[in-house]
């Protein structure tokens, strides 16, 4: 009897042995899972870029579901170094599943990230929410794209800042903070916040007009990217990519038409304002500048001093490549056009020409920006341009323009009465409201407008609380706090 049970204690034991055997050879597989984390895209497309932020190229979109084996981190968390079909690139983890132990994923310092990670090219601004930049539409605004890609610096304060090749302005923020948008739209998706810094200025790499007719610039965040904010929140300051730049160090500074020519009608500086060195005099008594505007005029040399301590200022010029000088659109440029004939460069998305110097009388024409108007004269109130142009005369408004040449040879407009076509306001209607037959909610209801709806304004009430206005349902009130009021309010008779 036992002897029939040592065989079959030999089988147990060797089948014990062979399992043993097969736990061990898998244990090293399993192991292995954990060597290498992945990053599941949880998003239906995902771009892997060329460095770890949305300013740089799209090396490949993939879809939902793609497993990407992990190589390295970016010193925030958020993007992640992957391996691809096509090589090394980089995702934003906030668009994965991560799968696997990350304790030993080594950090990629900023150089090495940076190294050999070509910048995307700023033309394209319309940045999608999401994804790293990865999907959705492009804004329906008018885009002005402006310079090519920003070159990257470093400065000694660890700071790190863009410069674009050619660009003759830069932004400063001029608010406590402003939120900076894929879009220009105050309700586009923020992808970050930028604060007031007096030392810190950002290339501007295009220009838009929204739907209301506020002015919009796209900037270069440094390790974000490009994206939008509204222009009044920013003024511009001369960037030394383009020449040495120089500050007035007192008030009032006289401009002159040579070192010894007069000033009469030339500007007179305050101090603060910034301009370019052009040139300085035999003696040295006097420098040759040109300011923002193009104007150029001599000034006195010591009311001049170097700017210094701004962000360009500190840059290494050698290191921003070499190129043929180019102007912004609409923010001037280092070819001025010369002083013999006025004229307006258009400094906005599009323009519109009116039939008199105000914003109430009707449209002319509409110019888009950087077009060149000839002047021919100029309101009492120094604001509204009278000029000429394919489309005959008109008048701009001087705060969306460039003045050219010398405005001293520019005729005062002073009697304007008699001149235009008042425009008709009008009521932006965006959802649905009651017409009433009187100016009241007690009075009886017509019918219901619905918007989005442009409809002429024809009477208001003393206390402006009520619009009467030509609809399709004929002459009925509206309350004018449910419309929008585009025109002159001041043109529209009261009744009642």
Same mark, same amino acid.
């Given at each position: 009897?036992?002897?029939?049970?040592?065989?079959?204690?030999?089988?147990?034991?060797?089948?014990?042995?062979?399992?043993?055997?097969?736990?061990?050879?898998?244990?090293?597989?399993?192991?292995?899972?954990?060597?290498?984390?992945?990053?599941?895209?949880?998003?239906?497309?995902?771009? +892997?870029?060329?460095?770890?932020?949305?300013?740089?190229?799209?090396?490949?979109?993939?879809?939902?579901?793609?497993?990407?084996?992990?190589?390295?981190?970016?010193?925030?968390? +958020?993007?992640?170094?992957?391996?691809?079909?096509?090589? +090394?690139?980089?995702?934003?983890?906030?668009?994965?599943?991560?799968?696997?132990?990350?304790?030993?994923?080594?950090?990629?310092?900023?150089?090495?990230?940076?190294?050999?990670?070509?910048?995307?090219? $700023?033309?394209?601004?319309?940045?999608?929410?999401?994804?790293?930049?990865?999907?959705?539409?492009?804004?329906?605004?008018?885009?002005?794209?402006?310079?090519?890609?920003?070159?990257?610096?470093?400065?000694?304060?660890?700071?790190?800042?863009?410069?674009?090749?050619?660009?003759?302005?830069?932004?400063?923020?001029?608010?406590?903070?402003?939120?900076?948008?894929?879009?220009?739209?105050?309700?586009?998706?923020?992808?970050?916040?930028?604060?007031?810094?007096?030392?810190?200025?950002?290339? =501007?790499?295009?220009? $838009?007009?929204?739907?209301?007719?506020?002015?919009?610039?796209?900037?270069?965040?440094?390790?974000?990217?490009?994206?939008?904010?509204?222009?009044?929140?920013?003024?511009? %300051?001369?960037?030394?990519?383009?020449?040495?730049?120089?500050?007035?160090?007192?008030?009032?500074?006289?401009?002159?038409?040579?070192?010894?020519?007069?000033?009469?009608?030339?500007?007179?500086?305050?101090?603060?304002?910034?301009?370019?060195?052009?040139?300085?005099?035999?003696?040295?008594?006097?420098?040759?500048?040109?300011?923002?505007?193009?104007?150029?005029?001599?000034?006195?040399?010591?009311?001049?001093?170097?700017?210094?301590?701004?962000?360009?200022?500190?840059?290494?010029?050698?290191?921003?490549?070499?190129?043929?000088?180019?102007?912004?659109?609409?923010?001037?440029?280092?070819?001025?056009?010369?002083?013999?004939?006025?004229?307006?460069?258009?400094?906005?998305?599009?323009?519109?020409?009116?039939?008199?110097?105000?914003?109430?009388?009707? =449209?002319?024409?509409?110019?888009?920006?950087?077009? %060149?108007?000839?002047? +021919?004269?100029?309101?009492?109130?120094?604001?509204?341009?009278?000029?000429?142009?394919?489309?005959?005369?008109?008048?701009?408004?001087?705060?969306?323009?460039?003045?050219?040449?010398?405005?001293?040879?520019?005729?005062?407009?002073?009697?304007?009465?008699?001149?235009?076509?008042?425009?008709?306001?009008?009521?932006?209607?965006?959802?649905?409201?009651?017409?009433?037959?009187?100016?009241?909610?007690?009075?009886?209801?017509?019918?219901?407008?619905?918007?989005?709806?442009?409809?002429?304004?024809?009477?208001?009430?003393?206390?402006?609380?009520?619009?009467?206005?030509?609809?399709?349902?004929?002459?009925?009130?509206?309350?004018?706090?449910?419309?929008?009021?585009?025109?002159?309010?001041?043109?529209?008779?009261?009744?009642?």
């Amino acid at each position: 009897m036992k002897r029939s049970l040592i065989p079959l204690f030999i089988l147990v034991c060797l089948g014990f042995s062979l399992a043993f055997a097969s736990v061990t050879a898998a244990a090293p597989a399993e192991q292995g899972q954990f060597v290498a984390p992945r990053l599941v895209v949880n998003s239906s497309f995902l771009n +892997i870029r060329s460095g770890p932020g949305v300013q740089y190229t799209v090396l490949l979109t993939v879809v939902g579901g793609t497993e990407l084996p992990v190589l390295g981190r970016f010193g925030d968390n +958020i993007w992640f170094q992957v391996s691809t079909v096509v090589g +090394i690139g980089w995702v934003n983890v906030e668009f994965t599943i991560p799968r696997g132990n990350f304790d030993n994923v080594p950090v990629v310092t900023f150089e090495e990230a940076v190294a050999a990670a070509p910048i995307s090219s $700023a033309s394209s601004l319309s940045m999608p929410a999401g994804q790293g930049g990865g999907g959705g539409a492009p804004s329906s605004a008018s885009t002005t794209p402006m310079l090519g890609s920003p070159i990257r610096f470093i400065l000694a304060n660890n700071r790190v800042v863009t410069v674009a090749p050619g660009e003759r302005f830069r932004a400063v923020i001029n608010v406590e903070a402003v939120n900076v948008r894929t879009q220009p739209a105050d309700g586009a998706t923020a992808i970050t916040t930028v604060f007031r810094d007096s030392g810190m200025d950002y290339s =501007i790499v295009g220009s $838009a007009k929204d739907s209301r007719g506020v002015e919009w610039v796209a900037i270069d965040v440094p390790d974000v990217g490009a994206g939008w904010i509204e222009a009044p929140k920013v003024f511009f %300051r001369l960037s030394r990519v383009s020449g040495q730049v120089v500050i007035i160090n007192r008030e009032p500074v006289n401009m002159v038409s040579s070192p010894s020519g007069s000033g009469e009608g030339l500007p007179v500086l305050s101090a603060g304002r910034e301009a370019y060195f052009l040139e300085i005099s035999r003696d040295g008594q006097f420098v040759r500048i040109e300011l923002g505007d193009g104007f150029r005029a001599w000034v006195p040399a010591n009311a001049t001093t170097a700017r210094e301590g701004t962000p360009t200022d500190l840059i290494d010029l050698s290191k921003v490549v070499a190129a043929a000088p180019v102007t912004q659109p609409g923010i001037g440029g280092g070819a001025s056009f010369g002083l013999d004939t006025p004229h307006v460069v258009v400094n906005t998305g599009f323009l519109n020409i009116r039939s008199g110097p105000g914003a109430q009388f009707s =449209i002319v024409a509409t110019v888009s920006g950087g077009s %060149r108007l000839s002047v +021919i004269g100029i309101a009492s109130d120094r604001v509204w341009f009278l000029v000429q142009g394919s489309f005959g005369q008109g008048w701009v408004n001087s705060e969306f323009t460039l003045f050219r040449g010398s405005i001293d040879s520019v005729p005062v407009i002073r009697d304007t009465s008699a001149v235009g076509i008042m425009a008709t306001p009008m009521a932006i209607i965006s959802a649905g409201i009651n017409l009433y037959a009187a100016p009241g909610t007690n009075f009886g209801i017509i019918g219901t407008l619905t918007g989005p709806l442009e409809i002429a304004v024809v009477a208001r009430t003393a206390d402006s609380q009520w619009l009467q206005v030509n609809s399709s349902l004929g002459f009925g009130w509206v309350l004018a706090s449910q419309v929008v009021l585009q025109g002159d309010a001041s043109v529209i008779p009261i009744v009642g």
